[in-house]
Structures are given as structure tokens and as C-alpha cells.
């Protein structure tokens, strides 16, 4: 199957499908879809990121390697469904203590942003949590920046909010992966 091809159309849970089983047991073929995600073009790369959030637990720890080029595209990355699904995909692995902090900015602005969707918005609030939690002084800051959102939230980003809160008070992660 040529991937960018069909990526180039509408994709459905059928191509998903065909497209996991082609990748599951061959690295090669990951790597060609994951090429896809940070080419150039902008809507084969979400169908191409679409993709990878549907591997398996097992599968999608071949993305750990590619993290920090993950980081680097959803930086610069302009189409908000893919730097969406981008994010999406690195909440699902674990980061590094300390973390990048460039990154850590990107979430920090992109949870305040009024710009974002709110699909980004609620991810760049887990992944800061996240990147934030071993570290005590960035968790009181990210709580103040936290405490500072209060206001008219849509009801999506209400309950991140909440849900950071709560597993603050515990000191929990929200990750599953």
C-alpha cells in the first residue's frame, strides 16, 4: 500500500485498520508513515498522526525514540488538528526529568492561549502538568497559572482543570500509557 496516497483522501476506520496491521511488525513501515507525520504536507501528516494514536500500547513505544523531533514539528506546526493529534501523541509517552523547556513554554502559552481549540488547550494543560510535576516550584507556578483560567472556560477545559487540581493535591499523574 502507498501510505501517502492514500492519505492524501479521506481515511476511515477501515483504512485504519489495514494501515495498523501493515505497521504493526515492521519498523520500516512505521518509519514511512512516521515520515509522513513531519513532511511537509500538512494534512497527510494528521491523517499519517491520526494513525499512530490508534497503535497499540506495544507500538506506540517506537514513537519514544522520535520525541524530541515530535517536539520539534508540534512547535512550528500550523495546522491545529495536527498539532492536536501531535500532542495526543506525546501525552502517551513519558518525558524527561527535566524537561525540554521550550516545550514546556509551548504548553505553558498554549494553555492560556484564546487561539488554541480547545483540544490543544486541555492537552498543553496535561503535558504541562506533566513535564511540571517532579519539579515542586514549576507545580506552584503552573497552580497559579491554573487558579488564573477561572473564569468562562468551555466545559472541556473546565474538567482538565479539575482533574489537574484533584491529582495535584495527590501528586498522581494523569498518564496512562
Not at 519514544?64 to 498539532?83: A, E, F, M, S, T
Not at 487561539?115 to 497552580?143: D, F, H, N, T
Request: with cysteine.
Amino acid at each position: 500500500m502507498d501510505f501517502k496516497a492514500r492519505l492524501s483522501q479521506r481515511i476511515g476506520m477501515d483504512d485504519i485498520n489495514e494501515i495498523l496491521r501493515l505497521t504493526h511488525d515492521s519498523d520500516s513501515r512505521k518509519q514511512e508513515l512516521y515520515d509522513l507525520v513531519i513532511g511537509d504536507d500538512e494534512a497527510i501528516g494528521y491523517h499519517a498522526a491520526w494513525i499512530f494514536t490508534h497503535f497499540s500500547t506495544q507500538d506506540n513505544e517506537w514513537l519514544y525514540k522520535k520525541q524530541d523531533q515530535l517536539i520539534d514539528n508540534v512547535l512550528v506546526c500550523k495546522h491545529g488538528g495536527k498539532r492536536r493529534v501531535m500532542l495526543n501523541l506525546l501525552y502517551r509517552q513519558p518525558f524527561p526529568n527535566p524537561p525540554r523547556v521550550d516545550f514546556l513554554d509551548f504548553c505553558l502559552e498554549g494553555m492560556m492561549s484564546n487561539q488554541e481549540l480547545p483540544g490543544v488547550k486541555s492537552l498543553c494543560m496535561k503535558i504541562a502538568y506533566e513535564l511540571c510535576r517532579p519539579i515542586p516550584e514549576l507545580v506552584q507556578e503552573l497552580k497559579t497559572m491554573l487558579a488564573m483560567m477561572e473564569g468562562d472556560l468551555v466545559p472541556s477545559i473546565r474538567a482538565v482543570r479539575k482533574n489537574i487540581l484533584k491529582a495535584m493535591q495527590k501528586g498522581k499523574s494523569l498518564q496512562k500509557y
